[in-house]
């Protein structure tokens, strides 16, 4: 399934993907324990009640598009790749950070990342990913495949997992660091993007999967 809101206006680069296909009218309501907005179909939150008169949705759970021509979705981990890309591009750019820590809406910190580069050039040979082997939810996208190589605008970054108190002093530090930005997802969409990292990393050969005691991986734009 896959959440889609219908819009006239004209989105590009402001796609963002998901699992419920309803139009704009349905596709909400608000939970009374919070301010959270979740689908009425398959009850993932899609973002959060800022006013009476004001929905912010997650960039990482809708994908917006215009009312009219066709539409193909990418895969919802190429999908958020190119989005937690384009925001670490976006947010390194305007407010000269590279340090950022993701954390979900229940308030916990999950990812501690820096951005290294962000003009990277990624070659990969289908196949030869090590990360083909690994089961994943989302669908074929790390499945072997018998076509040519691929090349891919991507980011990399150095990150640490801060999941059951994993690096709690060092995320701790981040936070209290005026230099590092908070990016909030749905905690969900972190452990997605955990194991999305995880993946990168593993494809990696040994002696380039690790980096001042970070692990290294590459997010595809």
Request: glycine content about 4%.
């Amino acid at each position: 399934m896959r959440r889609t809101v219908r819009s006239s206006r004209n989105w590009t680069n402001k796609e963002k993907t998901p699992h419920t296909e309803t139009e704009n009218s349905s596709i909400i309501r608000k939970s009374k324990e919070n301010t959270r907005v979740v689908c009425k179909r398959c009850k993932t939150m899609l973002g959060e009640t800022v006013s009476s008169d004001t929905i912010k949705y997650y960039v990482t759970e809708v994908i917006i598009q215009p009312s009219h021509g066709n539409f193909s979705p990418k895969p919802r981990s190429q999908f958020i790749q190119g989005i937690v890309a384009q925001c670490l591009v976006e947010l390194s750019s305007a407010k000269s950070t590279f340090r950022f820590t993701l954390k979900g809406d229940n308030g916990k910190t999950y990812i501690l990342i820096w951005l290294l580069n962000s003009d990277t050039l990624l070659v990969e040979s289908s196949g030869s990913s090590s990360s083909h082997d690994v089961f994943t939810p989302f669908g074929d996208l790390f499945m072997p495949s018998s076509g040519p190589v691929g090349t891919w605008n991507a980011v990399k970054v150095l990150y640490q997992p801060c999941t059951k108190s994993r690096n709690k002093e060092l995320a701790d530090a981040w936070e209290n660091d005026i230099g590092v930005h908070p990016l909030k997802f749905p905690s969900e969409t972190c452990l997605e993007l955990l194991l999305i990292l995880g993946l990168s990393t593993t494809s990696l050969p040994p002696s380039l999967r690790c980096m001042n005691s970070f692990q290294v991986a590459f997010l595809k734009m």
